[in-house]
């Protein structure tokens, strides 16, 4: 089967070609229907979150939908043809983390982490169920405590935190909406948000019991703090910065509670898919191509993306691996070197850290290949971003893609 294998820091994600796994005792066997693309495994490829991984290499893809086709012995609680969301428990880490990932054909799941799909409720809806919608609703509900008397600051309106705005309001919380791009203020305030604001500054006249930082940066946490009520609150989900720079005399002088929140409990996943099968949650979602998961990556890690991107590893059986053929042309071969030097010219020093490898250059950069050929699914050319996490000049400009703010980066 197909499956896009990562090593550790520096080793990029590579397609891979591996055996289907068999599930043991108390595990089953799923056909990957879909799997979310997460930044999370930005931060993995990159390195940065490469300490959350235990097992190497490892299939990546955490966020996982799909149909049952095999049982191990002990198994009685799903069965043949059931669909099921593969849950994420939080520091107990899961699937795509601890153990193979749903960007593959196949995944052998513990049966202990299957939630059933409602019928009315798509596998892609599941997939990014998992993690966007269950860890910010566990952000927001569970770490936040928030209820319909909490008054509620959510930071940062991008994947993550448009929908924690949104169970927020669900809960019957007085909820204002923060995010420095002003266009995202429409949709926050039809899914329930009071007012909206640029930033927690602008708000000096609430009082706010909760504060949900989706961003993760010391600017957003320093106005948190100043922001949030005395004995308050403040939740932090956004990984924006990998040190943070507090003050101290506020946090002290304020009691304020500082918590992190990962992840979801099942509980939390199955009450957020009653909440789409209801209709309360409709995640706004877009599909990438399972061969253009690493472009998909790409954009997610440079801010370029609206709702949530998810891929279909079934679409996968047609795709050609790089060295698997024996009967390439001798035309395509010359083009796979000049492609080769294309990336080696590249003068980035920083690109040698890159982790992110893109893997169909014919349909972004230099068209030496007919992007509608599978062959053209070569994961093995280039770097990708500087050590500030950004984007190459270089190949946002092939890319198009613009510069974006640091509450993007959800
Ligand atoms: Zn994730």
């Not at 960007?103 to 052998?108: H, N």
């Not at 169970?167 to 909406?177: D, P, R, T």
Request: with cysteine.
């Amino acid at each position: 089967m197909k499956a896009y294998r990562w090593g550790g820091p520096n080793s990029g994600l590579h397609l891979e070609d591996i055996a289907v796994p068999q599930p043991s005792t108390a595990e089953v066997l799923i056909q990957v229907e879909t799997c979310g693309l997460c930044h999370s495994d930005c931060h993995i490829i990159s390195g940065t979150g490469g300490a959350w991984i235990q097992q190497r290499p490892i299939t990546l893809g955490h966020e996982v939908a799909g149909k049952v086709i095999a049982l191990g012995e002990s198994v009685s609680e799903v069965h043949i043809g059931d669909r099921v969301a593969v849950a994420l428990l939080g520091p107990a880490g899961g699937i795509g983390l601890n153990y193979d990932g749903g960007y593959a054909e196949y995944a052998v799941v513990p049966v202990k982490y299957l939630e059933p799909i409602p019928d009315n409720v798509s596998f892609e809806q599941a997939s990014v169920a998992t993690d966007a919608v269950a860890t910010s609703y566990h952000a927001v509900v569970r770490t936040g405590g928030v209820t319909a008397s909490t008054t509620v600051a959510i930071v940062g309106l991008g994947g993550l935190g448009s929908i924690g705005l949104r169970i927020a309001s669900l809960q019957g919380a007085i909820v204002y909406g923060f995010d420095i791009d002003s266009s995202k203020f429409e949709a926050a305030m039809r899914d329930g948000a009071k007012s909206c604001f640029s930033s927690l500054g602008d708000a000096k006249d609430v009082t706010f019991d909760v504060v949900v930082d989706f961003v993760g940066i010391t600017s957003t946490m320093t106005a948190a703090l100043e922001a949030v009520k005395p004995s308050g609150r403040i939740v932090l989900t956004g990984l924006g910065d990998e040190k943070l720079t507090l003050p101290t005399f506020s946090i002290v002088h304020k009691s304020v509670e500082i918590r992190g929140s990962l992840g979801a409990t099942k509980e939390d996943l199955r009450t957020v898919l009653a909440l789409i099968s209801e209709g309360k949650i409709t995640p706004d979602l877009e599909e990438i191509l399972f061969s253009k998961v690493n472009e998909g990556l790409l954009r997610l890690e440079a801010g370029q993306t609206k709702g949530r991107l998810f891929t279909r590893p079934t679409l996968a059986k047609s795709l050609t691996i790089e060295g698997n053929s024996d009967d390439e042309s001798d035309d395509e071969a010359k083009a796979r070197v000049a492609s080769s030097n294309l990336f080696a010219s590249i003068k980035d020093q920083d690109a040698s850290k890159c982790g992110l490898v893109t893997q169909d250059t014919a349909s972004t950069t230099n068209n030496l290949f007919n992007p509608s050929t599978l062959r053209d699914s070569r994961y093995s050319n280039t770097d990708c971003f500087s050590k500030n996490g950004q984007q190459r000049p270089s190949f946002r400009a092939e890319l198009d893609i613009p510069n974006l703010g640091p509450d993007q980066f959800l």
